[in-house]
């Protein structure tokens, strides 16, 4: 929608893996960039409208990601809730603060002072180092950065043997390094997928441009995602 110039989303969390909406609508939207990347570190809690035991609850509203990210948590302590699924933390949050049920929602602390809801328990994720990569979108390629900067590449090949081989061989031969590389199903037939691919470098540095260049001589079909500065290490989004 070229009417929204930005958008903030998640891309893959170090528990729960890719986030597959967001990559599925990176490759099928024209004209959208990846033009930073943030990560964040996330810490789930579980909230309710009211102070009340654990085993009283009786429904548990979360975004699937939140939900699978204290999954030992919810076999363990909550396993008669129902597990409902929301667009997002916040989306839960706000359905529970209206409403006096027994239910519970699964998100981060600052939801429970925006939504007026009592903290049940902090710090519920199975993994303690849980970290979620956001990445910003909008309608135009980021400047090369100066420093380190990524390129996110949507590749499909070819269903033959050997295909993907001889396309990361084209990377190794230039000594570019891929930081990342996923599969997504096409969404045409079973068992047919697309690669999502990250490597060092801005996209038009000369072995980056080189490699692409190959991979059209290949009839291999490329979509650039976006081409942006590595996040750093104690950058905070929030």
């Not at 891309?11 to 990176?26: H, P």
């Not at 600052?110 to 979620?132: C, G, K, V």
Request: proline share 5%; net charge negative; aromatic share 8%.
């Amino acid at each position: 929608d070229m009417e929204i110039a930005w958008a903030f989303v998640p891309l893959e969390n170090s528990t729960e893996g890719q986030v597959g909406v967001t990559m599925d609508t990176l490759g099928q939207t024209e004209h959208i960039f990846i033009t930073h990347e943030f990560v964040h570190p996330i810490d789930q809690c579980l909230l309710a409208h009211e102070r009340m035991p654990l085993d009283q609850i009786e429904r548990v509203y979360s975004h699937e990601q939140a939900i699978g990210q204290c999954r030992d948590f919810l076999e363990k302590h909550l396993p008669n809730a129902q597990q409902i699924t929301c667009l997002s933390t916040a989306e839960a949050a706000h359905k529970i603060s209206s409403i006096r049920e027994n239910w519970a929602a699964i998100g981060p602390r600052r939801a429970a002072h925006l939504y007026n809801l009592h903290l049940l328990q902090e710090r519920i994720q199975d993994i303690t180092l849980n970290a979620t990569r956001f990445v910003l979108v909008g309608h135009k390629l980021a400047e090369m950065s100066g420093g380190e900067d990524k390129t996110s590449l949507l590749v499909i090949t070819e269903n033959t043997p050997g295909a993907l081989y001889r396309i990361l061989g084209e990377f190794s031969k230039r000594h570019i390094n891929l930081s990342r590389i996923e599969s997504r199903p096409s969404k045409r037939k079973l068992g047919e997928y697309v690669f999502f691919v990250d490597v060092d470098g801005y996209v038009f540095a000369p072995p980056i441009q080189d490699v692409l260049w190959a991979l059209k001589e290949e009839k291999t079909f490329v979509k650039l995602l976006g081409s942006y500065p590595k996040a750093l290490p104690d950058e905070r989004i929030f």
